[in-house]
Structures are given as structure tokens and as C-alpha cells.
């Protein structure tokens, strides 16, 4: 046998393998064509008539019965039933509703005790009463006047009541003329007017150097005293109840100044403790001396260390007017003397009384006062009460302790800086720990955040940037107050509300740093007359109340405290900004939701709305809505 060369052999191995490769894939490539062709035209059929092509191919599948392939899905879950969204429908309410305070009602107060004008404080009805409808403004509504001309000028159509024009003509509260009505500024004990009433006081204490920035006026009456503060850099809150003398609150917002329905009478007024310089009483005819002092105990609970209490009008300077205020001079002296003897129970020092101003001032801390309960055994202090708790919380007859101190000299609870460093000086109650989990860093931050935020809500509402436009504003989740703060150079005033249910109560330092403010509860209606604000501030107050009460009930108390062509800038989680602005598509306000100002890839949205321009019918007409 001849032997091969060498190169011959691998040659050999190289066509053999050649060889294998090709036989192996020719038949894979028929038994792919046929199958392909098979599935193109429909299920694949799979049968011993195969068998031709197992005898060549041994890969072929082996012998089965008929079968089809079928790939089609068997098992079917149910549908989910289709969610189906809930229709709002919030048609306007009567025009009899047109100036309707729901937690005021008139006739829902007659239920209530009459002792101590009990009847009169907050009574807010039940869910199952609360009207599902929109407020509607009277017939011929105009915009008000702007300030500083509001201070003095009001449409009539807006606030139509010619009661106060009649009742206090030779007192100088309010005229009618025309299709406006004018304040001239006066009142019962200012015939002169406010103005120079004020100067009087500020001859007896100083306005003048900021020491003295917030105010509370008890009685306001139309709130010219709180009025021509402003002027002085002076910030007041003005109350007064929805009693006889109608719509003298309303007559105060629709001048552009702060002022709230409220009564002193069983119940805490809604501030926090040490937060007015000054309290001052005009003519308000609460029973000082009566009660056991009780009354004269809150305004001492809300007065801050050598906060001030002015008095004027009976019994003030009796020996003067007891015959034109048609008592008796025992009966006069006789309260005046009682009204004394309670001041100084409260260890406050009487600076001054000229002529028919009487002037307090309320001690800098409480360390003589202590020692002098061996001498005055009422009132008690205090012992487990929170003084800064004053949402439906009864009044008591004890003093509130003020906060401790090591000096004599020292101010219980803090040295408060003067207007207009107040403002953004660390507030005591943050630099002295007070409040849990905010320190100075964190107030300063908050400071500047919301700068920044103020500044990117000028450029998306032009309104609010233009100098005069809002007038009186409300922010419905104050915290630190950061939002006002940010406007203070514009000519308007923020009612600061801290929600009774926010984790931490800070309206004390709201008030520390000289702005003003209130609590509230939103799933109730706020004391004020309907179209009280010209623009709405709302972060994150869906989310707060969020399971706690109907964002629909939130948003009708937003449509009835604000006026017609007013502005609401709202903050929220974007699902929720999108429920709400689902519902202010029924309300008739016009609505759009921007990016966070930082980036849009942040959940939290806002929501720009203003509301239409709509009134009441003319009446005696039975016809729609008046719109522009």
C-alpha cells in the first residue's frame, strides 16, 4: 500500500468536514421553508403524512394524532369597572346669601345662650348644612377703590346699608354720597377724627420708633383707628361682632384694613400668647370690670412684656359726659374704680389718663407680680394651661404666667427688635428653642425661599407684580410667614393664618416679627364677610386637609372670601392640583398649573387661578348671572 504524503492528508480532512456542513444544512433549511410556508398560512397541521419527511430527516418531530396549534389566549380576567368621575355641580347661591358668614348666621346665634353675647361668638353649622353653592356678589359690584383712596372711599353697591350713616351721622363714621360712601374717619370718642386721635395718644406713648408695631383694636366699629395707623407704620387687627350696627367689619375690608368678626366673650380670642404691643378699646362697651376680671385677663394673655391697653369712652373722664352718656356718677365711678382695681390685680402700671384717654402698660415679666399674690389673691396664675391654645378654648380667671426670667430687667420671653428690623431679626421664640425643629438656620432659609418664590409668582401673575393692584391678601398656610415677609414693600396687608391642624404652631413668631395674623380651621368657614380678599396664597393646604374634610367644601369658602376678578395662587402635590383644578373649572374662575420654580420634574405643582367677574341678578329680575 502506498503511503500519502503528508500534505495531502489535512487537505482530505478539510473536504470531508466541507462536506458534513453542507448536508447538514441543506436539509435544515428545507425543514425551515416547509414550516415557515405552513404558519403562513394559518395554524400548523401536524400529521403522519409527515412521515416522508421523517424517513429523510431524523430530526423530524415523531408521530403524533392530528393537532393544531393554537396560540390564542384562553383565560380572560374581567375588566375593571370604569371609574366614573365625579360631576361637580356648584350653581351660584340665592341672592339672599350675598353677605352670608356661615359660622355668624343670624339665626342660627338665636339658638344659642344670650348671657354674655354668647350667641354671638363662631357657631358654624353642621356638614349636612353647609351650602353646596357659590356666594354671589350684589348687583352692580365694582372693584374697590385702591389704597391709599379706599381708606376713605367705598363703592355703595358693594356694602349696600345706610344704617351706620343714620345711627352715627354726628359721629363721622360713614356718609353716604352718591354711588359712594365716604369715611371721614371719626368715631364716638374722635369727633375730630382718627387721625388726630392718634396724635393725642402718640403724645402719651411713643408711635413714632418702632417699638410698637401690632395692634388690636376690640370694637372697631368701621376701623378708622386701624386705619390711619398704617400711616405709622402700625399694623391692626380690628374686630368687632356681626351684631346691630351691620356690615361694620365689611365696611372695614372693603376699605383695605385688617379686621376680622369676632367677640370677646367666653371663648379665647384666636392669637397666641404675647402677640399685640398695644390693645385699645374705643367706646367698645365690654364689661372690663365684670366676670371677675375675665376679660381684662385675655387682652393680658395676648399683650406682650410691656405691651400697652388704651381706654377711652365711659367710664373714662365720667365727671365730664356722665350726663350725656345718660348714667349716673356712682355708676361711672363705681366701674372705673372696679376697672382699676382689676389692672392692678394683673400687676399692670396706669401711665396716664388725660382728658378721655387712660393708658396701662402690662409689666416686662412677672417677678414682682408673684411676689405680690400675697396681696392680690386673684387672679391665680396659671398652672397646666397652653397659652398660645386659643381655638374654641374657654377663657379662664388664672394670669398666664409669662416665661421665666433671672433679672429683674430681663423681658420674659425675649427682647423684641424695632420696626422695621423686627421683620427679619431671629424671632425669640425660634433663638430660644420654643419651637421644636426649627432652628435660626432654618427661619433664615425660609426667609430667602420664599423671595425667590414671591419674585417667580410676579413673573407668572402679572397682577400681583403691578404696584396696587391686591390690597388685602390672605395666606391660608402662613408657617413662618415667609410669604408677607417677601411683600412687605408693597402696599398691601397679609392675614397670616396658621391652620389649627399644622404640626407646629407658629403664629407667635409671626407676630414677633410684626405681622399679624390668626388660627383657623379650614374645614369651617373663616369670620369674614364674603369678597374680603383681593388674592388667596394656599400651599399645600389640600394636602393638610387632605381625608379630614371635601376639597370642594375648601374651595366654595375660597370662592366666598374672595372678590370677583380676584387672584389664588395654590401649591400642591400635581395629582392633587389636578382634583382641584377640575373643580375650579365649575366655579367659573380660569385656571392654569405651572412647574415648580426650581425644576419640572418636581411633584409639586402651581396653580394660578382668577375668578370671573359675576354678580347677582338686578333685583326684581328673574334672570341668570350679570357677567363681564
Given at each position: 500500500m502506498a503511503l500519502l504524503s503528508p500534505s495531502y492528508l489535512p487537505l482530505k480532512a478539510k473536504k470531508l468536514n466541507l462536506y458534513k456542513i453542507i448536508l447538514t444544512i441543506i436539509p435544515c433549511t428545507i425543514f425551515y421553508l416547509v414550516g415557515f410556508y405552513q404558519s403562513s398560512r394559518g395554524n400548523v397541521p401536524v400529521s403522519n403524512t409527515s412521515s416522508s419527511i421523517n424517513e429523510v430527516f431524523p430530526c423530524a418531530p415523531p408521530d403524533h394524532n392530528t393537532t393544531t396549534l393554537d396560540f390564542e389566549a384562553h383565560h380572560f380576567a374581567p375588566d375593571p369597572p370604569l371609574r366614573v368621575a365625579r360631576a361637580h355641580h356648584l350653581p351660584p347661591c340665592d341672592p339672599k346669601y350675598s353677605e352670608h358668614t356661615p359660622c355668624e348666621d343670624v339665626e342660627r346665634s338665636l339658638k344659642f345662650d344670650r348671657d354674655r353675647l354668647i350667641y354671638r361668638e363662631r357657631h358654624c353649622p353642621e356638614s349636612h348644612e353647609i351650602l353646596k353653592c357659590r356666594v354671589p356678589a350684589p348687583y352692580g359690584y365694582k372693584v374697590p377703590f385702591r389704597w391709599p383712596e379706599s381708606r376713605e372711599f367705598a363703592w355703595y353697591a358693594n356694602v349696600p346699608h345706610k344704617e351706620l350713616t343714620v345711627e352715627k351721622k354726628n359721629q363721622n363714621w360713614v356718609h353716604v354720597e352718591g354711588k359712594r360712601l365716604r369715611f371721614p374717619g371719626g368715631g364716638t370718642m374722635f369727633p375730630r377724627g382718627?387721625?388726630?386721635?392718634?396724635?393725642?395718644?402718640?403724645?402719651l406713648i411713643n408711635l413714632k420708633d418702632g417699638s410698637i408695631r401690632t395692634a388690636i383694636d376690640?370694637?372697631?366699629?368701621?376701623?378708622?383707628?386701624?386705619?390711619?395707623?398704617?400711616?405709622?407704620?402700625i399694623l391692626a387687627v380690628s374686630f368687632a361682632p356681626r351684631d346691630t350696627h351691620v356690615s361694620q367689619v365689611q365696611f372695614a375690608l372693603e376699605r383695605g384694613v385688617p379686621a376680622l368678626i369676632g367677640i370677646i366673650a367666653s371663648i379665647r380670642l384666636p392669637y397666641p400668647s404675647r402677640s399685640?404691643?398695644?390693645?385699645?378699646?374705643?367706646?367698645?362697651?365690654?364689661?372690663?370690670?365684670?366676670?371677675?376680671?375675665?376679660?381684662?385677663?385675655?387682652?393680658?394673655?395676648?399683650?406682650?412684656?410691656?405691651?400697652?391697653?388704651?381706654?377711652?369712652?365711659?367710664?373714662i373722664?365720667?365727671?365730664?359726659?356722665?350726663?350725656?352718656?345718660?348714667?349716673?356718677?356712682?355708676?361711672?365711678?363705681?366701674e372705673q374704680s372696679q376697672i382699676e382695681k382689676v389692672a392692678r390685680s394683673l400687676c399692670w402700671k396706669k401711665l396716664v389718663q388725660r382728658k378721655d384717654i387712660a393708658i396701662w402698660q402690662k409689666p416686662t415679666n412677672h417677678i414682682h407680680c408673684k411676689v405680690n399674690r400675697k396681696v392680690f389673691k386673684r387672679p391665680l396664675f396659671c398652672k397646666s394651661q397652653n397659652p398660645d391654645m386659643a381655638w374654641y378654648t374657654k377663657m379662664e380667671t388664672c394670669l398666664t404666667p409669662l416665661p421665666e426670667v433671672s433679672n429683674i430687667r430681663d423681658i420674659a420671653g425675649g427682647q423684641l427688635a424695632k420696626w422695621p428690623e423686627r421683620l427679619n431679626a431671629i424671632p425669640p421664640r425660634i433663638s430660644r428653642g420654643s419651637l421644636e425643629g426649627i432652628t435660626a438656620g432654618n427661619f433664615i432659609e425660609n426667609s430667602e425661599l420664599w423671595k425667590r418664590r414671591v419674585a417667580y409668582y410676579k413673573k407668572i401673575d402679572y397682577q400681583l407684580a403691578q404696584t396696587g393692584r391686591y390690597r388685602n391678601?390672605?395666606?391660608?398656610?402662613?408657617?413662618?410667614?415667609?410669604?408677607?415677609?417677601?411683600?412687605v414693600d408693597d402696599p398691601l396687608w397679609v392675614m397670616n393664618v396658621v391652620p389649627v391642624q399644622a404640626k407646629t404652631n407658629t403664629l407667635g413668631v409671626i407676630f414677633e416679627r410684626g405681622l399679624i395674623g390668626t388660627y383657623q380651621n379650614w374645614c369651617e368657614a373663616m369670620s369674614t364677610y364674603p369678597r374680603t380678599y383681593d388674592f388667596i396664597h394656599a400651599d399645600s393646604v389640600f394636602s393638610l386637609y387632605e381625608d379630614r374634610c371635601d376639597v370642594e367644601d375648601i374651595l366654595l369658602e375660597m370662592d366666598r372670601i374672595l372678590r370677583p376678578e380676584g387672584s389664588v395662587v395654590m401649591r400642591d402635590d400635581v395629582d392633587i392640583l389636578m382634583k382641584v383644578k377640575s373643580i375650579i373649572d365649575v366655579m367659573q374662575w380660569d385656571g392654569r398649573i405651572a412647574d415648580h420654580e426650581s425644576s419640572p420634574h418636581q411633584r409639586e405643582k402651581i396653580l394660578f387661578a382668577t375668578k370671573k367677574y359675576w354678580t347677582a341678578p338686578k333685583p326684581g329680575q328673574n334672570q341668570g348671572l350679570v357677567v363681564s
Open positions: 382718627a387721625d388726630a386721635y392718634i396724635d393725642d395718644i402718640g403724645k376690640t370694637g372697631c366699629g368701621v376701623a378708622s383707628w386701624g386705619a390711619y395707623l398704617l400711616s405709622r407704620n399685640f404691643d398695644m390693645a385699645h378699646c374705643s367706646r367698645c362697651l365690654i364689661p372690663w370690670g365684670q366676670y371677675d376680671g375675665q376679660y381684662l385677663i385675655e387682652v393680658d394673655r395676648i399683650l406682650r412684656p410691656g405691651g400697652y391697653w388704651i381706654l377711652s369712652g365711659p367710664p373722664n365720667w365727671e365730664a359726659h356722665w350726663e350725656g352718656w345718660n348714667r349716673t356718677r356712682e355708676d361711672l365711678g363705681a391678601l390672605l395666606d391660608m398656610n402662613a408657617h413662618l410667614g415667609g410669604f408677607a415677609a417677601a411683600l
